[in-house]
Structure formats: C-alpha cells, structure tokens
C-alpha cells in the first residue's frame, strides 16, 4: 500500500521513498533520512537533548504538514491519510516537516460519493468522530486529526511548554490558531474547512 502511494506522488512534504526490497517474509522500506525525528520526539519526550520548539519554528511545522495534505487532498485522484498525528511527522536538519507513514491512506470518494467506507483504522484521538461511529471516511476526515494535531502543539499539557515559549507569540496569533482549531475539529465533516483553507489561514498568521 504504501509502496504503492509513494510510487506515485512526490511533494517536498512527503517523505521520499527511496527503495524497497524483500528478505523472506521480511519487507523493508527506505526513506530519506530526517535527522531530526518526529514532531511527537519534540513535543511530548523529555529527552534533556531534543531542543523545545519555539512557536516560530510549530507555526512552520504546521503549515508545512497542511501542504502534505492539501496536496494529497487537491491529486487528481484525492488521497486520504487516515492517520494523522504528530508520530508521523518527520522533520528533517532545518526543522522542514514532511508526512511519513502511508500504510493506512486510501484513495477517496469518486464520482458523485461523498464518502467511502471502510474498516475502521488509524489512532483514537486523533480519528474522526464520523470515522469512528460509521466507518465513513470522508477527505475531511483529514482535517479532523490536523486540528488534533494543531491543538497539542498549540495548548496540550504536554505538547506545550507555556514557560519557554512565553513572549513568543502574539495574542493574535494564539486566538486565530485557536479559531483554526476549533473549525478543525468540527463534528460535521461538511462544516470542517478544506485544508487548502487551513494553509491559507496559516500562512496569514
């Protein structure tokens, strides 16, 4: 499956699948190397050696992962991630973030659908509430578990540390995040904005 996905696109936000290859029951994949691990090493481990990140550096991370994901969600044939979290966003030296791990995406709705339906999968928390009760998965799906995502980096007792990054934004720029969240995180999937949206807001912040 993944194998199959990352064959087929490429986007600087997409980790690159660089080669594969087959031992016996054994099956490996090689990526290109982020040396700076996941977004999930930088929020919530407290590894005295991970630096904290600073709300320039979030802000970045974030509108970066929404470039993944517009871009998965405006292909020719629309992709849908299914498991967005921040374990599966790479960071690579210059803290340029790119979505990894496709073994759950599935392409979308086609035709007139709206939805397609499926086993249900993916991380509690971070699926979608209609996901989880129907087995609907909708493009904006997606967008739910990237609001998840934007709240843990934003407010979350662990995926933020109020003390080192006190000063380091604006008012402004909290509440408009906060704004964007709460669109994200919308129990209908129709009310929950595009993630071409999402980007722009971002990119205004």
């Known amino acids: 499956s993944e194998i ?31 040396p700076r691990g996941s977004l999930e090493s930088h929020l919530f481990k407290r590894n005295p050696n991970i630096e904290s990140l600073s709300w320039n550096t979030r802000l970045k991370i974030a509108i970066d992962a929404a470039r993944g994901l517009a871009f998965l969600h405006s292909s020719e044939k629309q992709i849908i991630y299914r498991d967005f979290k ?24 086609s035709g007139e ?3 397609v339906t499926t086993r249900i999968m993916g991380t509690y928390g971070y699926a979608a509430p209609e996901y989880i ?10 967008v ?9 980096m934003l407010t979350g007792l662990q995926a933020l540390d109020i003390k080192r990054l006190e000063g380091q934004y604006s008012p402004k720029a909290a509440f408009e995040t906060a704004q964007l969240i709460l669109k994200c995180l919308e129990s209908d999937p129709k009310k929950r904005p595009t993630m071409e949206d999402v980007l722009e807001t971002l990119e205004g912040i």
């Not at 966003?89 to 496709?102: H, R, T, V």
């Not at 739910?144 to 843990?152: D, K, M, Q, T």
């Open 4 to 34: 199959n996905f990352l064959g087929r696109i490429s986007h600087p936000n997409l980790v690159k699948l660089l080669g594969y290859c087959t031992d016996g029951d054994e099956f490996l994949l090689v990526y290109e190397f982020m």
């Open 86 to 109: 921040a374990s599966n966003i790479l960071l690579d030296g210059n803290y340029n973030a790119k979505i990894s791990d496709f073994g759950l995406a599935k392409f979308g709705p």
């Open 113 to 115: 659908d709206s939805h």
């Open 133 to 142: 009760a129907t087995g609907h998965l909708y493009v904006k799906s997606d």
């Open 144 to 152: 739910y578990g990237f609001g998840v995502v934007l709240l843990e």
